[in-house]
């Protein structure tokens, strides 16, 4: 069964430092997104990516966010300067334009 | 007003007992609605869609109701198994998921 994989599954990283999780959705799906979800709770819309842009972007997704498709595969989310608040469960996901979506296993950021 | 509320729980039920989720949302504009099941620190899973039709699958049942906007989720004759947070997911236009809080289930021997 074709699955949405993201790495690393965990990213401890310093306060200030730039991430980029990684995603690699399922390969014939159009629309891509990143949710996040800080321990304990709700999942939360980062933001949805169609056509080699930016769909839909919520109040959270502020400039140290970007997203990216560098190539056919590859979907990334690049945090530039980290904070403490933005530990969380980064989920990414994938939809054929079909109402649902697929999510990856996740990427656990930790930022000390 | 919250886009999509749900029970708070956490619901702690025998085996084999019937347990049903609530859940409402506020824009009366969304469009699809699914049930997601939510293992802890594992990602969100497609449970079921919900049609206002009302569907089945094996002992779950899920049900919309548009002009109360509200959607249940009955699971009936409880597993261990069972043992998740239940999320309500709504969407508008097809794009953005919107997630509820959830609804943490334990089943109990």
């Known amino acids: 069964e074709p699955e949405v994989t993201q790495t690393p599954s965990h990213q401890v990283t310093q306060m200030g430092q730039e991430v980029i999780l990684r995603c690699v959705p399922i390969?014939?799906?159009?629309?891509f997104y990143w949710y996040r979800q800080i321990l304990g709770q709700k999942v939360e819309f980062l933001v949805s990516?169609?056509?080699?842009?930016?769909?839909?972007k919520s109040e959270i997704f502020d400039d140290q966010f970007s997203v990216e498709r560098p190539d056919g595969s590859n979907f990334t989310l690049k945090i530039r300067s980290t904070k403490l608040e933005d530990s969380a469960m980064y989920f990414c996901a994938s939809s054929a334009g079909t109402p649902f979506a697929f999510f990856g296993q996740g990427t656990r950021l930790t930022v000390v | 007003r919250k886009e999509v509320e749900q029970d708070p729980g956490p619901f702690n039920v025998p085996e084999g007992a019937t347990v049903a989720f609530n859940c409402t949302y506020s824009?009366?504009?969304?469009?699809?609605f699914f049930w997601y099941r939510q293992d802890c620190r594992k990602e969100p899973k497609l449970l079921m869609s919900v049609y206002s039709s009302g569907n089945e699958d094996g002992r779950f049942t899920a049900q919309l109701n548009r002009a109360s906007q509200y959607i249940s989720l009955l699971i009936r004759d409880s597993k261990l198994s069972d043992s998740a947070t239940y999320l309500c997911?709504?969407?508008?236009?097809?794009?953005?998921?919107?997630f509820g809080p959830g609804t943490r289930l334990s089943v109990l021997p």
């Open positions: 997911v709504v969407t508008l236009y097809g794009q953005n998921f919107v």
């Open positions: 390969s014939n799906h159009l629309y």
């Open positions: 990516f169609y056509n080699n842009e930016i769909s839909e």
């Open positions: 824009n009366s504009a969304s469009q699809s």
